[in-house]
C-alpha cells in the first residue's frame, strides 16, 4: 500500500472506474506515489524494520572523556506500531573481542524504555543500571555505542493522513485532465507519462506544501 490507492483514484477522478494492471491510470499512480515518496523521504506502507542500527553518540565530553550519552534516539522510520502483534525490541551490542567481533547482544526489557510513536523518538523511561554496566545515567551507550531496533512502522490503510491523500489525489487529477485534454500521448511514451520526475514538475505549490509536512526527520 503506497499513499495513494485505486480506490482513492476511483472515489477522487470522476472519469476513472478502474485502474487495470498495467494501464495508464496505473502509470500515472505510480508516478504519484513515487514522487511523494521522494520528496518525503520515506516509505508510508506498514514496514517491518529488523535489527536497524543506530550509533550513539556523545552528549557531553570533559577533556575527550565521555561523561554523557545522549538520552533519545529518533527512529528513521515512524509512526511506529506496537501491539501483541507488532513488538518493539531493543537490543545493545556488546564489546568488541580479539578478533573484531562483537561477542552478543542484550535486549533491553521493554518497561526500560518508552517510544513516541508519532515522532518515533526512543528514549529510556528512568536510569536503568544492568550487571554489565550497558546502561547507566539514563543513557543509551555500550562499550561500541551501537544500538539495534526491530520495530514495525508506517501506515495502514485507515490511518492514510486525509491531507496527505487528498493532496495525492489533487496531483493525479490534474495530471490526467492534462493529458486528457492535449491528447498528445502517443503509445510509446506512455512508460515515460508517470514518471516521478515529471510528476514532480507538475506539483502545485499547496500540495508541495502538504507533501513536506509529511517530510521524514532525519535521525539523530
Known amino acids: 500500500m503506497a499513499v495513494l490507492t485505486d480506490d482513492d483514484i476511483i472515489a477522487g477522478?470522476?472519469?476513472?472506474?478502474?485502474?487495470?494492471?498495467g494501464s495508464l491510470e496505473e502509470l500515472v499512480k505510480n508516478g504519484v506515489n513515487d514522487a511523494v515518496k521522494t520528496i518525503c523521504q520515506r516509505t508510508f506502507i506498514k514496514t517491518t524494520f529488523t535489527r536497524e542500527r543506530y550509533t550513539v553518540r556523545p552528549a557531553r565530553q570533559r577533556g575527550g572523556i565521555v561523561i554523557q550519552f545522549a538520552d533519545k534516539i529518533r527512529l528513521r522510520n515512524y509512526p511506529v506500531i506496537e501491539g501483541v502483534s507488532d513488538p518493539f525490541v531493543l537490543e545493545v551490542e556488546s564489546s568488541i573481542d580479539a578478533q573484531g567481533?562483537?561477542?552478543?547482544?542484550?535486549?533491553v526489557d521493554r518497561t526500560s524504555f518508552l517510544v513516541e510513536r508519532d515522532l518515533g523518538i526512543v528514549s529510556l523511561r528512568s536510569v536503568t543500571i544492568s550487571s554489565d554496566q550497558l546502561f547507566s545515567s539514563g543513557s543509551f551507550p555500550s562499550t561500541r555505542g551501537v544500538i539495534l531496533m526491530t520495530y514495525n512502522a508506517g501506515y495502514i490503510a485507515a490511518d492514510m493522513p486525509g491531507d496527505?491523500?487528498?493532496?495525492?489525489?489533487?496531483?493525479?487529477?490534474?495530471?490526467?485532465?492534462?493529458?486528457?485534454n492535449q491528447r498528445q500521448m502517443e503509445a510509446g511514451s506512455q512508460t515515460d507519462f508517470g514518471t516521478k520526475e515529471l510528476v514532480r514538475a507538475q506539483i502545485a505549490p499547496e500540495e508541495l506544501m502538504v507533501f513536506k509536512r509529511y517530510r521524514r526527520l532525519i535521525a539523530a
Open 101 to 107: 567481533e562483537t561477542d552478543g547482544v542484550s535486549v
Open 13 to 21: 477522478i470522476p472519469s476513472i472506474s478502474v485502474v487495470d494492471s
Open 164 to 180: 496527505l491523500v487528498m493532496a495525492a489525489v489533487h496531483l493525479y487529477g490534474r495530471i490526467w485532465d492534462n493529458f486528457k
